[in-house]
C-alpha cells in the first residue's frame, strides 16, 4: 500500500472554519499529490509537491493551501471551508522514475455544513 | 493525453477471467496505457500499465493490440473482491512532471457468484 497514511479519515465542520488534513507517506518518495473526488467529476488534482517547499496548483486550486516542510508530509489547508468543499479528499505518491504510476492513500471524508 | 472509451459496466462469474476492453484509437507513440481500479469507498489502486508489449504481474494481464489503438486487461480468476470501477488512462510518461492523473467514467465490474 506504499505506506501512505491520511488524516483524519473523516471530519464534520462547519462553513467558514479552516481544516487541514494530512498525508503521510513512510517512504521518501519526492512526488505527493491532493486529489478530490466527487459524484460526476472523477478525481481532480488540487495540489501537488515534486520536494520539500517545492508545491504547484492542479486543476482545482481555488481555496485549498499546501505545504510540505518535511519530505514524509504533505499538507492540504481549506483557510475557511465552504459546502462546495464537500468531498472525498485522496493522497498520492509517485514511485520511481515515472509519476504515472500512482499510489493512493485512504482518502479522507469531509464534510461541511 | 488521448482520449479512452470504456464500457460503463460488465458482469464475471467469479472464478471467471474477467476480460475489460479499452478503445485508444488516438493514442501516440510515446504514450502509455495505465490501468487503475477503485474498489467502493477505497482510494485508487494501481494495477498495470504497458507500452507496446504485453504485460503480466501479480493482479493482471494487459494485452495491447499491434496497431496500439484498444487494449485488454484480463483478471484471470476473478473474485468477489475484485468487484469495483476500472481506469484505463492513457497518458505520456511525464518522468521528471507531475501532472496530475485523469480518471474517465471506468468499467463498473462486477463479480456475480
Redesign the interface.
Known sequence: DAGITQSPRHKVTETGTPVTLRCHQTENHR?M?W?RQDPGH????IH?S?GVKDT?K??VSDGYSVSRSKTEDFLLTLESATSSQTSVY?C?I?TG???????????TRLTVL | DAKTTQPPSMDCAEGRAANLPCNHSTISGNE?V?WYRQIH??????II?GLKNNETNEMASLIITEDRKSSTLILPHATLRDTAVYYCIV?E?????????????GTHLIIQP
Open positions: 512526488y499529490y486529489y472523477g478525481l481532480r488534482l501537488y515534486y504547484d492542479g486543476e485522496f498520492a509517485a522514475p515515472s509519476t504515472d504510476t500512482q499510489y493512493f492513500g485512504p482518502g | 502509455y495505465y469507498s477505497q482510494g485508487p489502486q494501481y500499465h497518458r510518461n511525464s518522468g521528471g512532471g507531475a501532472d496530475g492523473l485523469t480518471f474517465g467514467k
